[in-house]
């Protein structure tokens, strides 16, 4: 009995992971074209003043004394025009300097002729959801740009990124690739570094050139006002407001874009105690959402693109936790010298096999994509990628764990060393 689970367990994971070799074919057929197509959309943008529009940038800060000034500066930094930049700097009940360095920054901004200010709440109620909703009452723009205190981004940046949102009026988001300044800091800055590429600069790419449905990475995208209104609003239902966001706008229809070539550069957690409250937010949230898993998104999609997104979904909030109980039925299997133990033992081998290759294929495309080379630093740190991922399996099953309680869980902003 517990062979035959374990068996159905094992061809179940290996067709979850099986949106991987989709993924893998367009990178290959298609990287090449995508790239290019993308880089001479970029060039031959309009500047024309009839092309820049209000736009509100948003600054969701909570305790980042460390952070808020460098932020303010790259946010009043952005070429666009003074008249036509509004910026919020929203402070979430901070209890440390925030509040007062960055009202000195924005005094500063302000005597330039810059649009901002500072709106501080003295409740955390649904944490950055809630506070990106008060944020949007508080602006009439009709285009919002969310970056995270941690994230820099380059001057040129609002005009890419406007440009190819103006060209399509279904278009929700636009999604730049995401960086990081210290991933060459130590051991673990590089493996997150080569996980990250691989989700973003790998997967989020294809599905975009695929037409699979990518969403939002919580920072250094622009919405559509429209969009975020008529998907219902920012929510706080999940740790993962992003996400929940996403999916409720491409549910309405709404289509997201990914600029592989344009980039903004943040920072990743150097320590495991950090990156371990940030990874079991991050889970618990994604497997909360499959609670409000929207059908009607898959209404507009084509049965192949639906079946990706889906197998891709699941993939990522279950597959560690799969793992362990599959893990579990082989030991149980051994132990209690079932006959179909072997058997069970090569499903478990075979389908980590397939994981491994095929995500490794991935990381060795994001490579390409971000613009590194493959080397020998580069093979090793794809090797502690795989050891990053075996040291994040306990905080993959307490998460999962979290999820299923009752109640809504503590959003921990990730804390930045600056």
């Keep these: 009995m517990i062979a035959t689970l ?8 290996a067709v979850l992971a099986a949106g991987d070799i989709y993924l893998i074919l367009v990178h290959v057929f298609e990287a090449k074209r995508r790239l290019a197509r993308e880089r001479l959309e970029l060039g031959q943008l309009s500047r024309e003043p009839d092309q820049q529009p209000l736009i509100c940038i948003q600054l969701p800060v909570h ?3 460390t952070m808020v000034a460098r932020a303010i500066d790259a946010a009043c930094g952005l070429d666009w025009p003074k008249d036509r930049l509004e910026i919020q700097v929203l402070d979430d009940a901070s209890t440390d300097e925030t509040p007062r360095l960055a009202a000195e920054r924005i005094a500063a901004w302000s005597a330039q002729g ?7 709440r003295v409740d955390r109620s649904d944490y950055k959801a809630g506070l990106l909703r008060e944020g949007l009452q508080l602006t009439t723009a009709n285009y919002i740009a969310v970056f995270d205190v941690d994230y820099w981004p380059e001057p040129g940046i609002i005009g890419d990124v406007m440009g190819i949102l103006l060209a399509d009026s279904r278009t929700a988001f636009v999604q730049a690739r995401l960086d990081y300044r210290n991933r060459q800091h130590n051991w673990l800055t590089r493996a997150q570094a080569v996980e990250l590429d691989t989700l973003i600069a790998y997967e989020h790419a294809a599905r975009n050139w695929a037409g699979i449905p990518m969403t939002f990475s919580g920072t250094c995208a622009v919405w559509r006002r429209a969009a975020i209104e008529d998907a219902g609003g920012w929510s706080g239902r999940s740790l993962t ?5 996403s999916l409720r706008a491409l549910a309405q229809g709404w289509r997201s874009r990914f600029l592989a070539t344009v980039s903004v550069a943040g920072e990743l957690p150097e320590s495991f105690a950090v990156l371990s409250a940030q990874r079991l937010r991050w889970g618990a949230g994604t497997a909360q ?5 929207p059908g009607t998104l898959h209404r507009h999609l084509a049965w192949h693109q639906s079946l990706v997104f889906f197998l891709l979904s ?11 109980v599959l893990a579990g039925c082989v030991a149980w299997s051994a132990v209690s010298s079932d006959p179909g133990a072997g058997l069970l033992l090569a499903a478990l081998c075979g389908v980590l096999a397939f994981i491994v290759g095929a995500k490794t294929i991935g990381a060795l495309l994001a490579l390409r994509i971000v613009g ?16 990053l991922q075996l040291s994040l399996i306990p905080i993959a099953c307490k998460a999962a764990w979290h999820s299923l309680l009752p109640g809504q869980r503590e959003f921990r902003r ?4 600056g």
């Excluded at 374990?6 to 994971?13: D, R």
């Excluded at 810059?114 to 501080?120: F, G, P, Q, V």
């Excluded at 699941?314 to 362990?324: E, G, K, N, S, Y």
Aim: net charge positive; hydrophobic share 45%.
């Design 241 to 245: 407001e992003d996400l929940d966001l």
């Design 372 to 387: 590194g080379k493959l080397t020998l630093r580069s093979v090793v740190d794809i090797g502690l990628m795989w050891c």
């Design 63 to 65: 305790n980042e004394a």
């Design 114 to 120: 810059s649009r901002i200010s500072l709106h501080s």
């Design 414 to 417: 990730t804390p930045k060393k």
């Design 6 to 13: 374990g068996l159905g367990l094992a061809a179940y994971i």
């Design 314 to 324: 699941q993939f990522h909030a279950t597959v560690r936790v799969l793992l362990v």
């Design 289 to 293: 959402q499959f609670r409000h898993w």
